[in-house]
């Protein structure tokens, strides 16, 4: 079955670093996602992401953090200026479509991002 | 805001049994979706059964199956006969309109040989 794969699997950066964090979603998908969970939290949408552009975001994805899909196949996440906080696990998901005819949303295996 | 609830924040069950975990949300959405996710030791999230909100029959998917009270709000996950396996960061999630997800803090289920 097609995966969602997502690199690296562990990044350590110092803090005020810059971070991306890749994912390759599942190759027909047209909806790309990302989502963190900070150790012990609940998992956190981020954003959303379709025909090239954010179609939603959360209160957390604030301009520190970018998305782009810069050659058709992968999807990244960019964290500018990286802070302690943002130490969590970062999930990308994928879905083929979000009408009626519904497909679920697929997840990576995460990347642990640990900011020093 | 659609905001969802995992009362159970941990659960054990011996191994071969049967344990349910509780989800309740709130929504004045008529329209949606609800997961169970499964997040084993190594972190990646796993679907594990869905339900849409329209459907009246509760999904099924081999030893997993829904409780889908859709005036009540609830949506509780049902194990049967338990694995090691099993045993994971379960979280119940409610998919918006807008696609978004909403997930639940977890329960994080034990299985006891």
């Known amino acids: 079955e097609p995966e969602v794969t997502q690199t690296p699997s562990h990044q350590v950066t110092q803090m005020g670093q810059e971070v991306i964090l890749r994912c390759v979603p599942i190759s027909n998908h047209l909806y790309f996602y990302w989502y963190r969970q900070i150790l012990g939290q609940k998992v956190e949408f981020l954003v959303s992401?379709?025909?090239?552009?954010?179609?939603?975001k959360s209160e957390i994805f604030d301009d520190q953090f970018s998305v782009e899909r810069p050659d058709g196949s992968n999807f990244t996440l960019k964290i500018r200026s990286t802070k302690l906080e943002d130490s969590a696990m970062y999930f990308c998901a994928s879905s083929a479509t979000r009408d009626r005819d519904f497909r679920p949303q697929h997840f990576g295996d995460g990347t642990r991002l640990s900011i020093l | 805001a659609q905001t969802v609830t995992q009362s159970q924040p941990e659960m054990s069950v011996q191994e071969a049994e049967t344990v349910t975990l509780s989800c309740t949300y709130d929504?004045?959405?008529?329209?949606?979706?609800l997961f169970w996710y499964k997040q084993p030791p190594s972190r990646q999230m796993i679907l594990v059964i869905r339900q849409e909100a329209y459907k009246q029959q509760n999904a099924t998917e081999n030893r997993f199956s829904v409780n889908f009270q859709k005036a009540a709000k609830s949506f509780s996950l049902k194990i049967s006969d338990s694995q090691l396996g099993d045993a994971a960061m379960y979280f119940c999630?409610?998919?918006?309109?807008?696609?978004?997800?909403?997930f639940g803090k977890g329960t994080r289920l034990h299985i006891l040989p």
């Open positions: 999630a409610y998919r918006r309109k807008d696609d978004k997800i909403i």
């Open positions: 929504t004045s959405e008529s329209d949606y979706y």
């Open positions: 992401f379709y025909n090239n552009e954010i179609s939603e």
